[in-house]
């Protein structure tokens, strides 16, 4: 296993665990032996990591989040604070299900916000934006803003993740960076520059 990342003494990263380069795990952290995190990546105090999870690069989970087996993080997600996700639809304690496990995929850049809930096998697109609080239940599009219980989608936002209001035509331009979308239909695609 590398040194070069920085880990708190109060973190346990068990033998197995892979980490990248650059990253920063925190207090109270734990990575189980078969968890994957990129390089640059930051996890808060009390993240739980376990076995078969897969972290991109420049992924930052905030504090007090569990990914549990199922869930990858493509490059550049965020997860805020006390973030949940499952890992199967319908659990019971007298009944094993660790066979039914769905996925669950952040793709790249997305964000989910504080104390927000996803439910797995859904895949939340690139870039988008889940609310906080909200309780996602279905797949989130590229580009997407959800909030609320269950999460409906209220617009759209850019990679920077500021929303993006659209012309008659479907051009969009975000606010700070003044790149470019086009919506066409349900589908917001950044213009290249």
């Known amino acids: 296993m590398s040194t070069d ?11 197995g665990c892979i980490v990248g380069a650059g990253s920063r795990i925190w207090h109270f952290c734990h990575l189980m032996p078969g968890a ?3 390089a640059r990546c930051i996890l ?10 897969t972290l991109g690069n420049g992924v930052k989970v905030q504090n007090n989040v569990s990914l549990y087996a199922g869930v990858r993080c493509e490059d550049e997600v965020f997860i805020g604070p006390s973030a949940v996700f499952t890992n ?7 009944i094993e299900r660790k066979r039914e496990y769905r996925p669950t ?21 690139e870039y988008a934006f889940i609310g906080a609080g909200a309780v ?7 580009y997407a803003l959800v909030m609320g219980n269950p999460a409906a989608q209220v617009g759209w ?5 500021l929303r993006l209001h659209f012309d008659e035509s479907g051009l969009g331009i975000c606010p700070e960076s003044g790149e470019e979308y086009v ?7 950044k213009l290249d520059s």
Do not use: W
């Open 5 to 15: 990342y920085y880990v708190h003494p109060t973190a346990m990263l068990d033998e």
């Open 36 to 38: 994957r995190i990129g």
């Open 44 to 53: 808060g105090q009390n993240v739980f990591i376990a076995d078969g999870v």
């Open 88 to 94: 199967v639809r319908n659990p019971r304690a007298l």
């Open 105 to 125: 995929l952040l793709r790249k850049g997305s964000t989910i916000g504080a104390k927000a809930t996803s439910v797995c096998g859904i895949t939340i697109g």
């Open 136 to 142: 996602v239940t279905r797949d989130v599009p590229d």
């Open 157 to 161: 936002v850019s990679k920077n993740g």
């Open 183 to 189: 919506l066409e239909g349900d589908i917001v695609r």
